[in-house]
Structures are given as C-alpha cells and as structure tokens.
C-alpha cells in the first residue's frame, strides 16, 4: 500500500480532510524516525515494535571473487510483529 492510498483510507474513515489526515501520518512517520535516530524502540501494542539494531563492523567476501570488503558498522531497524498482528495475517 502506497502513503497516498493510506490517507485517502484514513480520511474515509475518519471523515478528516484529506490535507489534515496528511500532515496528521507525516507527523507520525516523522515522531516514529526521530525515535529510531536515539536508538529508541517504537511500540504499538498488538501490532509490533520497531528496534533499532547495531550492525558490527566486519570484512567479507565477494562471491565467486577471493576479494575482501571492509563493511563499516551501520544500524538497521528490525521489525517484530506483535500477537494480534500475527493471529490477523493467519
């Protein structure tokens, strides 16, 4: 699903102007990206957690090359769905 096909559905769904349901998720998207940056987990009961995760530095392999690269450490942001999430996509 697209961010335009979202704040038409909240819009519908709510009955908030379309420019407001915008400026409304682009807060949200904007609050839940600034707690990742301070390495602050974002929870939403029942639906899941988004953790930010510590990647280490380490060398590897191209493959079918014998060459090596040095990867640099970098965070990633994992995922985990919380229970009701996961009984609804059952």
């Known amino acids: 699903m697209k961010k335009s096909v979202l704040i038409n ?3 519908q769904k709510t009955g ?3 420019k ?3 400026v409304i998720i682009n807060t949200m998207l904007d609050t839940i990206v600034d707690a990742l940056k301070n390495k602050e987990p974002v929870s939403f009961l029942g639906f899941g957690t988004f953790e930010p995760v510590k990647k280490n530095a380490r060398d590897i392999y191209i493959p079918g090359t014998t060459k090596k690269v040095h990867v640099k450490e970098k965070y990633s942001i994992r995922f985990k769905p919380g229970k009701t999430l996961k009984k609804q996509i059952q």
């Open 16 to 18: 908030i102007s379309k």
């Open 20 to 22: 407001e349901t915008e």
């Open 9 to 11: 559905l909240v819009a």
